[in-house]
Each structure stands twice: as C-alpha cells, then as structure tokens.
C-alpha cells in the first residue's frame, strides 16, 4: 500500500476518533447538566467553551495531520464518529453515569449527616444552655439593679440626715 493511502487512512480514523471524542465530553456536560439543573444562560456558555474548545482539538489535528488542510472527508469521519457513538451508546451513558453519581453524591451527603449529627446535637444542647443561663443572668442581674437602687436609696436618707 502506497505511504500517502496509509497516510490518508490515518487521518481519516483520527477524524472517526474526533468524533467520539467530542461526543463523549458532550455526553459528560449532559451528565452534569441532569445532575446540576441549571438556567440557559449558563447552559449557553457551557455550550460555548465547548464549542470553542473542539473547534481548538479539531483545529489542532487539522494541522498536525494536514498542514491546517480542510478535507471533507475528515469532516465525514468525524459525523461518522459522533453517529457510531450515538449509535453504540444512545442516552444509556448519560443515564447510568449520571444515576450512579447522583448515587453516590447521596450516600456521601447522608454520610455526613450521619457524622455530624452529633456535633449539631451538641450544638443544639449549647445553645439550649446558653438561653438558659442568658435568662438566669438577666434575673440575677435585675435582682441586682433593685438591691443597689433600695441599698442607694437608703444610703442617701441616712447621708441626708446627718
């Protein structure tokens, strides 16, 4: 087989292999959209720095492979691409990765709160003490205030009578 068909071959599977590159990191966004629901504004943006980041990958295998060339059977290999891994894999990826890391995300969450439990009970008997002891305080403290107004109240009488 001549150089330039091995050549031409290889450029047009790295095309296929673009392909499924670019749709399986646009699988793994949808994954974090179903996880993190988000508005359109920055589901737009997502979709930007997507798009600007493949078209820098494309780019750069366009000019590593063919000097920056534009083939269109390198733009067929890559819809080849993202069409096989549709085909392989339709929605199942995004479904079972997204259920299983929602699942952990659960069993962590829960697990913390299994942890502090007891940091946030204490919490809750500190306070519950601090309210306690606030309202003694206030009771001791007006308790106070009239013992020295009736104790200054009589010191004067006696201080005027003499």
């Avoid at 087989?1 to 050549?7: F, K, P, T, Y």
């Avoid at 392909?19 to 737009?44: C, E, N, P, Q, V």
């Avoid at 000097?67 to 390198?74: P, Y």
């Avoid at 969450?109 to 306690?132: D, G, H, T, Y």
Wanted: aromatic share 18%; charged share 20%.
């Amino acid at each position: 087989m001549s150089q330039d068909i091995v050549q031409e071959v290889t450029f047009f599977l790295h095309s296929v292999l673009m392909g499924l590159i670019i749709t399986f990191a646009y699988d793994w966004i949808l994954i974090l959209r179903k996880l993190f629901r988000h508005g359109r504004f920055l589901t737009s943006v997502e979709d930007l720095v997507y798009w600007f980041a493949c078209g820098i990958g494309v780019f750069y295998m366009l000019y590593r492979e063919n000097s920056g060339v534009l083939r269109w059977f390198a733009v067929v290999g890559a819809a080849l691409g993202m069409l096989f891994y549709k085909a392989v894999f339709k929605n199942r990826f995004v479904y079972i990765m997204s259920t299983c890391i929602h699942k952990i995300m659960w069993f962590i969450f829960r697990l913390i709160q299994i942890v502090l439990k007891p940091i946030k009970c204490l919490f809750s008997a500190v306070r519950r003490f601090v309210r306690f002891a606030a309202v003694r305080l206030k009771k001791v403290k007006e308790f106070v205030k009239k013992r020295l107004t009736v104790f200054i109240k009589t010191l004067r009488m006696v201080l005027c009578k003499r």
